[in-house]
C-alpha cells in the first residue's frame, strides 16, 4: 500500500513538472495557433541560467528560480520580436522547419559554451533527500514540484479565466481583427503571452534539472515529452494539458515501477489509446479554427 | 553567342580540375613521407564527452612525443559520426577512399565500431578502437585492435569481488543496448556462480529521464547493494536520484564496473556517491607517478580532470607510433596489426598488453572505492586483479 502511495506521489511530481515545461507550449500552440518546437531551448536557457548562478555565483536556489523565469521571458520577447512575429501569418509547415533549425542552433551554441557534459545544480540541504509520512517516502525536492506547480497552475487559470488581460488574450486570438478594432493591441498582447509561454519553460527546465537532467541535448530529449503532453490535453485550455501530464506523470511513473519490461511504451500506449478515443486530445474543441 | 560562352566556361572549368588533378597525380611522391591516420570520433550528439576526450589526449600526446616517427610525419585526420553507424561508415569510406589513410581509430559505441570492420577488412588497414566496449568488436575483422576494455572485464571482476565481500542479494539496473546487457550477463553469471542471487533485474530504456520509479523498486526488493551500467553520462542523474530516495541511508550499496563513476563527472555527484564500489580499468586516482604526471599535463591543457576514454586514447595513438617504429615507418596494413599484436606497455592505466590471439587489450582491473581526496571525489584503487584478459571471446 506505501509503495501505492509513495509512487502516486512521485507520479504527480513528474507530471507537474511535465506540465510546468509543457504548459508555456500549450499557450503558444493552443492560444496563438503557433508552433514552436523551439520550446524546450527556453526551457535549457532557463537550466543553465539558474546553473550558473547557483554554482558559479553562489546565489541561493530560490533566488536563482525566478531568474531563470525572467531571463528565459527576456531571451523569449526579444526572439519574438525579431524573429517569431514574421512567421504568425505563414503555415505550420514553415514555422515547424524555422523552430527546428533554432532548436539545433541552440543545441550547438549551448554545447560550443559550456561543453557537453551533464551538468547538476548545487541544491540546498533542505531540499535533499526524502522524509517519512506514514511509512510513504516523499521525497523533498519532488513536495516542493508540487508545491510550486500547483500554485502556478492556479495563478494561471486565474489569469486566463478572470483577468482583463485574459479576455484579452482571448479575444485577440479568437479574431485578431476584430481585437484591435477594439483598441486591443494584439501585437503586444502576442509578445507577452509568448514571453510568459518562454519563462516558465525556463523555470520548468531550472527545476526539472535535478530530475530530468540538464545538457545541450535537452530540447531534443524532451520535445517528444512536451508535445504528447499537449496533444493528449487538448491545446485550447490550461485545464486540459494540466490533467494530461498528471495522467501521463502517474502512468509512466506506475508502468515503470510495475511492468519494467514496458519501459517507456507506458507513455506512448496511453497517447494512443487517448488520442483514438478523443482525436482532439481530452478537452480539445473540435474544429475551433 | 549565349551558348558560346556557356560552352567556353565549361571548358575552362574542365582545364582547371584537369590541372587540378594532375598536381594531386604529382603530389603522391610528398606523401609518402607522411602516416595519415583517420580519427573517428562522436564530437556532437550524446556521446560527445568521450569524443573530445579521446582527441584531447591524442593532442596531448602529440605535443609530448612529437608528431615524426620513424621518419615519417603523423597526420590526424579527425571526423565527427555524432555516434551514428552510418555516418561512421561514410566517415570512414572517405577516410579511406579519397584521403587515403593508413588507420582508421576512435569509435565511441559499439555499433559504430562494427559498422567499419568491413571497411579495414577490406582495405587491410588497422581500425583502433578506442572506445566502444562489446566483447564481439575484435572478432569482426583480423585488423581490428582494441585500447580500451571489454565490460566483460569489469563485470566479472566485480561480481566475483561482490559475493566475497559480504553482498548475497543483489537488484541490477542496466540500460537496455549492448554494453548493458554485455554488463548484466557476465556479473551475473560470475556472481550466482559465487553463490550470490540477483533479486531484481530492470533493464532501463537508453533515453531514460527519470529513475526513480526503478530505484523505488530496487528498495523495495531490499538487496544488499544496486549493479548498476549506465552509459558515462547518466551516472550522475542515477546516484542523484538513489541518494534521495535515501537507498544510502537504507543500507543499499552501488557497485558496478566504472561507468557509472566516470572521473569526467565524479565530482558533481555530491557525497552520495561517497563508499561506491566499482571495478574498471582507470582511475584519475591511480598511484603510479606516470599517471600523476599524465593527469597533471592533461589538467593544465584541457581545464578538466582526464577520464578513462582519454586514456584508451592516449593508449591507442601509443600503440600507432610503436607500430609504425617497429615497421620502421612501412605503412602496409597487414605488417602494421602484425606489429601491434603482442606490443606492452606501461599506460597511465598501469601495465597493459595486446593478446597476440584476440588482438583485444590485457590489462589490470582494478576495485576502487568513492573517497575524498583534498577535497575532491576520487575512485580511489584498493585491490588489482592483474593481466585479465577479455572472457567474453566466443572463440576460445
Known amino acids: ?289 | 553567342m549565349f551558348e558560346r560562352k556557356q560552352f567556353s566556361q565549361k571548358f575552362s572549368w574542365a582545364t582547371a580540375i584537369a590541372a587540378v588533378a594532375g598536381l594531386v597525380a604529382v603530389a603522391p611522391a610528398k606523401a609518402e613521407d607522411t602516416v595519415k591516420v583517420g580519427l573517428i570520433l562522436p564530437m556532437t550528439g550524446g556521446q560527445a564527452s568521450t569524443g573530445k576526450q579521446i582527441e584531447n589526449a591524442i593532442k596531448l600526446y602529440m605535443q609530448q612525443n612529437g608528431d615524426t616517427v620513424a621518419g615519417k610525419k603523423v597526420e590526424i585526420i579527425l571526423k565527427d559520426d555524432a555516434a551514428i553507424p552510418d555516418k561512421t561508415k561514410t566517415a570512414a569510406q572517405e577516410l579511406i577512399v579519397n584521403d587515403k589513410v593508413n588507420f582508421i581509430a576512435g569509435f565511441g559505441v559499439t555499433p559504430a565500431a562494427l559498422a567499419a570492420a568491413p571497411l579495414a577488412t577490406q582495405a587491410k588497414i588497422p581500425e583502433v578502437v578506442m572506445a566502444a566496449g562489446t566483447s564481439i568488436i575484435t572478432e569482426r575483422s583480423p585488423y581490428i585492435v582494441r585500447t580500451s576494455f571489454t565490460l566483460a572485464q569489469s563485470s566479472t571482476i566485480i561480481g566475483d569481488w561482490a559475493v566475497k565481500n559480504g553482498i548475497k542479494k543483489v537488484a541490477t539496473l542496466t540500460s537496455d543496448y549492448a554494453p548493458g546487457n554485455d554488463a548484466l550477463n557476465f556479473f551475473k553469471a560470475h556472481f550466482t556462480a559465487g553463490g550470490g542471487e540477483v533479486v531484481e533485474e530492470v533493464k532501463t530504456p537508453l533515453a531514460n529521464p527519470d529513475f526513480a520509479p526503478f530505484l523505488q523498486r530496487m528498495k523495495d526488493a531490499k538487496p544488499d547493494a544496486i549493479f548498476v551500467f549506465v552509459p558515462a553520462g547518466q551516472g550522475g542523474n542515477f546516484m542523484k536520484q538513489y541518494a534521495e530516495r535515501g537507498l544510502d541511508k537504507a543500507g543499499i550499496r552501488v557497485i558496478g564496473p566504472g561507468d557509472v563513476t566516470d572521473d569526467d563527472l565524479l565530482n558533481n555527484m555530491g557525497d552520495a556517491v561517497l563508499g561506491t564500489v566499482t571495478a574498471h580499468i582507470y582511475s584519475a586516482a591511480h598511484p603510479s607517478q606516470m599517471n600523476k604526471d599524465f593527469v597533471a599535463a592533461y589538467k593544465k591543457a584541457f581545464g578538466t580532470r582526464p577520464g578513462f576514454m582519454a586514456v584508451s586514447g592516449y593508449d591507442g595513438i601509443h600503440l600507432i607510433y610503436e607500430a609504425l617504429k617497429k615497421t620502421n615507418g612501412d605503412t602496409d596494413g597487414t605488417k602494421l596489426v602484425e606489429a601491434m599484436k603482442g606490443q606492452k606497455w606501461e599506460s597511465p592505466r598501469g601495465p597493459i598488453s595486446i593478446d597476440p590471439e584476440t588482438r583485444d587489450i590485457i590489462q589490470n582491473v582494478y576495485i576502487r572505492k568513492v573517497e575524498k581526496v583534498d577535497g575532491e571525489l576520487y575512485n580511489v584503487e584498493f585491490q588489482t586483479f592483474e593481466a585479465v584478459k577479455d572472457l567474453g571471446k566466443t572463440k576460445k
Open chain 1, 1 to 289: 500500500m506505501t509503495s501505492i502511495l509513495t509512487n502516486l506521489f512521485d507520479g504527480v511530481a513528474y507530471g507537474m513538472l511535465l506540465f510546468v515545461l509543457a504548459c508555456g507550449l500549450a499557450v503558444t500552440l493552443g492560444l496563438m495557433n503557433f508552433v514552436n518546437l523551439a520550446h524546450g531551448a527556453f526551457a535549457m536557457a532557463g537550466g543553465y541560467v539558474c546553473m550558473v548562478l547557483v554554482n558559479r555565483m553562489g546565489w541561493p536556489f530560490f533566488a536563482a528560480l525566478p531568474l531563470s523565469f525572467v531571463s528565459a521571458a527576456a531571451i523569449g520577447i526579444v526572439f519574438e520580436r525579431a524573429l517569431y512575429r514574421h512567421l504568425y501569418a505563414r503555415s505550420h509547415l514553415d514555422q515547424v522547419l524555422f523552430t527546428i533549425g533554432l532548436t539545433f542552433m541552440s543545441v550547438a551554441a549551448v554545447d560550443y559554451i559550456q561543453g557537453s557534459s551533464r551538468v547538476f545544480i548545487n541544491l540546498p540541504a533542505a531540499l535533499q533527500g526524502q522524509f517519512d509520512l506514514f511509512g510513504v517516502g516523499i521525497g523533498r525536492y519532488r513536495l516542493m514540484i508540487i508545491v510550486i506547480c500547483g500554485l502556478l497552475t492556479i495563478g494561471l487559470q486565474m489569469v486566463l479565466a478572470k483577468t482583463r488581460f485574459g479576455s484579452r488574450l482571448r479575444a485577440a486570438v479568437d479574431d485578431p481583427r476584430a481585437a484591435s478594432g477594439l483598441g486591443i493591441n494584439v501585437p503586444q498582447v502576442f509578445a507577452f503571452t509568448f514571453a510568459f509561454g518562454c519563462g516558465l519553460a525556463g523555470l520548468g527546465g531550472a527545476l526539472s534539472a535535478e530530475i530530468l537532467g540538464l545538457d545541450p541535448y535537452f530540447p531534443l530529449k524532451f520535445m517528444i515529452y512536451f508535445l504528447i503532453v499537449v496533444t493528449v490535453g487538448g491545446s485550447s485550455s490550461i485545464t486540459g494539458p494540466f490533467l494530461a501530464s498528471l495522467l501521463l506523470g502517474i502512468g509512466d511513473v506506475a508502468g515503470k515501477y510495475y511492468v519494467p519490461k514496458m519501459g517507456p511504451f507506458v507513455i506512448y500506449t496511453m497517447m494512443i489509446v487517448i488520442l483514438i478515443w478523443r482525436p482532439n486530445g481530452l478537452f480539445g474543441r473540435t474544429a475551433a479554427r
